[in-house]
């Protein structure tokens, strides 16, 4: 039994390492740490801006990568068994003098006597009302 399931897969990335965004990130934050203060403190929070922007780039980065995704159809299947029991004849158990033996007939016995004609069971009419022989399904 197949069927057809929608897969979603992560595009390849191009820029494993987020050089971009990282890159991009700490100019940004580091034109932001320019415009605070003066003098030293001016050149710290440039730096720290430039680090955290950094940090920031390459997170989004990440981010935009790991949501960068396509959809495609794929054929899933499975084995599916199934089985169920047939008659295939009937096992009809008869005594004939001191021996019992069973016989498979094709057609369910109509009566209770199997007909014996020189000591040989005649099979021509149907005999003894017995229970079905079921052989299970391969």
Known sequence: MCKQVQITHRKPVKDENRIAGTLIGGLVGGALGNQVGGGNGKKIATVAGAVGGGYAGNQIQKNMQQKDTYTSSEQRCKTVTRSHD?????????????????????????????????????????????????????
Do not use: F
């Open 86 to 138: 047939r008659v295939v004849g009937y096992d009809v158990q008869y005594k004939l003098g001191d021996k019992i033996d069973t016989v498979r007939m094709s057609q369910p016995p109509t009566s209770d006597r199997i007909p014996v004609e020189h000591g040989q069971l005649v099979l021509a009419t149907a005999p003894v009302a017995i229970t079905p022989a079921v052989v299970p399904a391969n």
